[in-house]
Every structure is written in structure tokens, then in C-alpha cells.
């Protein structure tokens, strides 16, 4: 983004948004300066990502449509070794391009922000 919140972009309040698809791995791309000393997680909304700040994230300040999953492709299964992923968890190098899917809840998002009839945006 470039930006550190939705203020700095230069954009009227509510005019910026953001989505990320549950597979798309770019939400586990974690800044490695954000959390050295801290525990290990895959919490997908890390408050920085590798690109910087998560714009999806509630402090950023900018509004969040639905988009659909994307196609699961790895599937990584919890184990004792790789702890402490509690759940499986799906990425998807597809699921990063699916957003401007025909027929995607993102595209029809998408549709809605620049038509300006944000009401529709889910």
C-alpha cells in the first residue's frame, strides 16, 4: 500500500478497501521485522505483512468486502512436529488471481465500490 493507514493515502474517509481470499497465501506473508521475539503464529491478519501493513486489518482504517475463498491447492496438516497449527490450512498461488473471477463475490464487490453503490458490498 505505501501507507501506514488509510488516512495517508489522500483518499475522502470510506473510500478505501480491502479483501483477501481465506487460500491466498499473501495474507501468512509476514513481515519477519515484525515479529522477531515474538511466539510463532499464522495469524492471517498480522498487523504487518511482508508489503506492510495488513490493509484488512481494523486499525488500518479502511473498509473490507467479502471475497471468496480461492481454490485450496497445499494442504497442510497439523502435526506434532509443526505445532501450533491447530487446523488445517490451505494455500493457493490460484486462489491470489481469483478475485477477478466472473461470478466471484469479490468481482461483484469490485463492481459495486466503482460504480459507486457501495449499499451492495458485502
Given at each position: 500500500?505505501?501507507?501506514d493507514?488509510?488516512?495517508?493515502?489522500?483518499?475522502?474517509?470510506?473510500q478505501?478497501?480491502?479483501?483477501?481470499?481465506?487460500?491466498d497465501?499473501?495474507?501468512?506473508g509476514?513481515?519477519?521485522?515484525?515479529v522477531?521475539g515474538?511466539p510463532?503464529?499464522?495469524?492471517?491478519?498480522?498487523?504487518?505483512?511482508?508489503?506492510?501493513p495488513?490493509?484488512s486489518?481494523?486499525d488500518?482504517g479502511g473498509?473490507?468486502f467479502t471475497?471468496n475463498?480461492?481454490?485450496?491447492?497445499?494442504?497442510?496438516?497439523?502435526?506434532?512436529w509443526?505445532?501450533?497449527?491447530?487446523?488445517?490450512?490451505n494455500f493457493s498461488?490460484d486462489a491470489?488471481?481469483?478475485?477477478?473471477d466472473?461470478?466471484?463475490?469479490?468481482?461483484?464487490n469490485?463492481a459495486?465500490i466503482?460504480?459507486?453503490?457501495?449499499?451492495l458490498?458485502k
Amino acid at each position: 500500500m505505501g501507507a501506514d493507514h488509510a488516512a495517508d493515502l489522500g483518499l475522502p474517509t470510506g473510500q478505501v478497501w480491502s479483501s483477501h481470499a481465506a487460500n491466498d497465501p499473501i495474507q501468512h506473508g509476514i513481515n519477519p521485522g515484525s515479529v522477531l521475539g515474538q511466539p510463532f503464529s499464522l495469524e492471517p491478519k498480522a498487523p504487518e505483512l511482508i508489503h506492510g501493513p495488513n490493509p484488512s486489518a481494523p486499525d488500518f482504517g479502511g473498509r473490507t468486502f467479502t471475497s471468496n475463498p480461492g481454490t485450496p491447492v497445499v494442504a497442510v496438516q497439523p502435526g506434532p512436529w509443526y505445532q501450533p497449527w491447530e487446523t488445517e490450512i490451505n494455500f493457493s498461488a490460484d486462489a491470489h488471481s481469483q478475485y477477478w473471477d466472473k461470478g466471484s463475490a469479490s468481482l461483484e464487490n469490485m463492481a459495486a465500490i466503482i460504480t459507486g453503490k457501495d449499499e451492495l458490498v458485502k
